[in-house]
């Protein structure tokens, strides 16, 4: 078994660190462990499956420990560094030059990194599409558990239940000034906002950061999934893909960390971003068209079926470890 050690920066609950539980869990031909470099609730989420986890404390990413740090990586023989951007980690870098152990970097945001001297993986197409010609990059696509996000046929009810689920900074302002218009019009829809504290009312629920294991019960009673997330933010966003997964219609804006995953008309309804007009009318034509929203809905399980299962994307990434320590001459056995 290839050992593999993970880098973490953080130990929230965010899709980074859903996106490398994953990997975690579902490789077949590694051994992992992580380094996660400060406290979260996550930790405890990674010890419950028994993958090994250690704090290893940083300040501005400066791991402050740096002899246990390297104790650590060199118990593996290849290193995953899972970052956002380069910004103030080139002491992280170094150190992992340093173990002369085979190391590769997952970009999971849209940012642009320097010219690197290791692979590089991009999890979205237009992440991969912004880098420096020189980098060598692949592009491996972000994945979902489908056996815990597992298809519920909806029940027929009078509410239409429309439910966002992210952080509220990922989340375009106009977001609530459309959703109070399609309130207004619409008296049988609902909403509900998952991740954001707030004081709810009878048709609005604020329901608060949930666990990730909390999450597809909400889904599976959600009609419509509306979200409007930045351009140039994200990189591939795991709550379209937790949304696909469980058969839910979704309304999304037209922007990079959506578009590999869904197609307009198919999967779901693209708008342009900041058209609040356009956002309206699609959520509107959604409550009103329960076929339309049926169609979408089983286009969207289809797809995050036959494209995004987790225990693929994982296949993919043991793949590609092999692949570049053959191409460094390394000789691992299986």
């Keep these: 078994m290839l050992k593999v050690a993970h880098i973490l920066p953080w130990a929230n609950y965010g899709g980074t660190e859903r996106s490398v539980k994953n990997l975690c869990q579902f490789s077949q031909k590694t051994d992992p462990f992580v380094l996660v470099l400060s406290d979260g609730e996550m930790i405890q989420e990674f010890r419950k499956i028994e993958i090994p986890i250690f704090l290893t404390p940083a300040v501005d990413y400066e791991i402050i420990d740096e002899e246990r740090a390297l104790s650590l990586l060199m ?9 956002l951007s380069f910004r103030n980690k080139e002491s992280l870098y170094q150190l992992l030059k340093d173990t002369r152990k085979p190391f590769v970097i997952t970009l ?17 197409s237009a992440v991969r599409e912004l880098q420096e010609p020189a980098n060598d990059c692949t592009t491996i696509l972000n ?18 239940i429309l439910t966002r689920v992210c952080r509220p900074s990922r989340c375009a302002e106009y977001f609530w000034p459309v959703l109070e218009r399609v309130l207004e019009t619409f008296q049988n829809a609902e909403l509900w906002i998952v ?28 009609d419509i999934f509306v979200y409007t997330p930045h351009p140039q933010r994200g990189a591939m966003d795991n709550c379209v893909l937790e949304t696909m997964a469980m058969g839910t219609a979704c309304v999304l804006s037209d922007v990079e960390c959506v578009r590999d995953a869904v197609t307009h008309l198919k999967e779901g309804l693209l708008v342009p971003y900041g058209d609040q007009r356009a956002l309206e009318k699609a959520i509107g034509s959604l409550i009103r068209d329960k076929s339309l929203r049926r169609i979408l809905s089983q286009n969207a399980l289809r797809t995050a079926r036959e494209r995004f299962d987790v225990v693929n994307v994982a296949k993919r990434y043991e793949e590609f470890y092999f692949s570049f320590l053959a191409r460094s001459h390394e000789k691992i056995s299986f």
């Excluded at 994945?143 to 239409?160: C, E, I």
């Excluded at 608060?208 to 019960?217: H, K, M, N, Y």
Aim: glycine share 6%; hydrophobic share 40%; with cysteine.
């Design 108 to 124: 999971r945001y849209f940012n642009k990194l320097p010219v690197l001297d290791c692979p590089i993986i991009c999890v979205a």
């Design 75 to 83: 118990n593996a023989d290849l290193i995953n560094l899972h970052i």
């Design 143 to 160: 994945g979902v558990d489908l056996s815990a996000f597992a298809y519920r046929r909806k029940q027929n009810k009078d509410k239409v």
């Design 195 to 222: 991740g954001e504290d707030g004081t709810s009312t009878d048709r609005i629920k604020f329901l608060g950061v949930r666990r990730a294991s909390e999450i597809p019960d909400i889904l599976a009673q959600t």
